[in-house]
């Protein structure tokens, strides 16, 4: 078993990496939606259709596709902000289920079952290294803003949050229309990396290798959704040698890091350091049992932002 890293795998991770921050965008802000999927799946399509029936480019798919994403997200938005938890994460597979459907029967425009393939644009190593340096740079400075530290505090609690003034119906709104964005933007970087789109690359199993990677990474810091895509694309490559047993062997292993390190590796990274650095200023000392919840919420948003830092 090789532990190197081909090309091939790095430029993967780069794609997941992508795809990994539209899942991270609405998780890190507590919000149960899972309509990413559909949104990475109609930026796919729509750069596949402008490079094959307009002969447009990558650069103008990276432009239109997102936009289109974002104004469909804001008008379902509408009808779905008085959906919470649950309720919101079923009818939001539901739309991800409808997407496939539309994209199987429309077949003179999405190519049904077949997709769409002659897409090819030769983007590589670069273009797909300039665009995760680029969101990562966004997100690094997200980590810092106010809009950050209320996403922090939504995800902790939201009706502390909505106690403090922060507007969690707007936020979440924000939330899911980036991740639209977000996610169209990857889909047409992945179709014009793969050369070609099918309906089946934008199922359920998209949805929970996206929420694996996020959940591994850890939702505290816009780097575990980093870390969780190159985990999640290096180890079943590196498992590749155990054929047919590679899918239980890397689902072992990222059950394993789960549960071992719930709050993700990023969390469990920052929690690490920040016990040692107590530890050696002398200041040890465990939270009681009964700790009131806002004591808690302090505490998780320190850690977090001792770890942005």
């Known amino acids: 078993m090789s532990l190197g890293l081909s090309q091939t795998i790095i430029e993967l991770a780069l794609v997941n990496v992508i795809l990994a921050l539209s899942a991270f965008v609405v998780v890190a802000g507590g919000t149960f939606s899972f309509a990413f999927v559909a949104f990475i799946g109609l930026g796919a399509y729509t750069g596949a259709i402008m490079a094959t029936e307009h002969g447009l480019g990558l650069l103008p798919a990276l432009v239109v596709a997102p936009a289109i994403a974002m104004v469909v997200a804001a008008i379902l938005a509408k009808p779905l902000e008085r959906l919470t938890g649950v309720y919101l994460a079923m009818v939001t597979v539901a739309i991800m289920a409808v997407f496939e459907?539309?994209?199987?029967?429309?077949?003179?425009?999405?190519?049904?079952?077949?997709?769409?393939?002659?897409?090819?644009?030769?983007?590589?190593?670069?273009?797909?290294?300039?665009?995760?340096?680029?969101?990562?740079?966004?997100?690094?400075?997200?980590?810092?803003?106010?809009?950050?530290?209320?996403?922090?505090?939504?995800?902790?609690?939201?009706?502390?949050?909505?106690?403090?003034?922060?507007?969690?119906?707007?936020?979440?709104?924000?939330?899911?229309?980036?991740?639209?964005?977000?996610?169209?933007?990857?889909?047409?970087?992945?179709?014009?990396?793969?050369?070609?789109?099918?309906?089946?690359?934008?199922?359920?199993?998209?949805?929970?290798?996206?929420?694996?990677?996020?959940?591994?990474?850890g939702v505290g810091h816009w780097s575990g959704a980093l870390i969780g895509a190159f985990v999640m694309t290096v180890v079943p490559d590196w498992l590749r040698p155990f054929g047919e047993w590679r899918d239980i062997a890397t689902g072992g292993i990222v059950l394993l890091i789960i549960v071992l390190v719930p709050q993700g590796v990023t969390g469990g990274l920052t929690r690490l350091r920040r016990i040692l650095v107590r530890r050696r200023r002398g200041e040890i000392q465990e939270e009681p049992e009964d700790a009131p919840a806002t004591g808690r919420i302090e505490g998780e948003l320190s850690i977090e932002g001792e770890g942005a830092r």
């Open 101 to 217: 459907v539309v994209l199987l029967n429309m077949s003179s425009v999405t190519g049904g079952a077949l997709g769409i393939t002659g897409i090819g644009s030769g983007i590589g190593l670069l273009e797909l290294g300039l665009a995760v340096a680029a969101l990562l740079l966004a997100f690094r400075m997200l980590q810092h803003s106010m809009l950050g530290r209320a996403m922090r505090l939504v995800r902790a609690d939201p009706l502390v949050a909505s106690a403090v003034g922060v507007n969690v119906p707007r936020l979440q709104l924000l939330l899911f229309v980036a991740s639209a964005g977000i996610g169209a933007f990857g889909g047409v970087l992945r179709a014009y990396y793969f050369g070609f789109v099918v309906p089946g690359d934008y199922s359920f199993a998209l949805l929970i290798r996206l929420l694996a990677m996020v959940i591994l990474g």
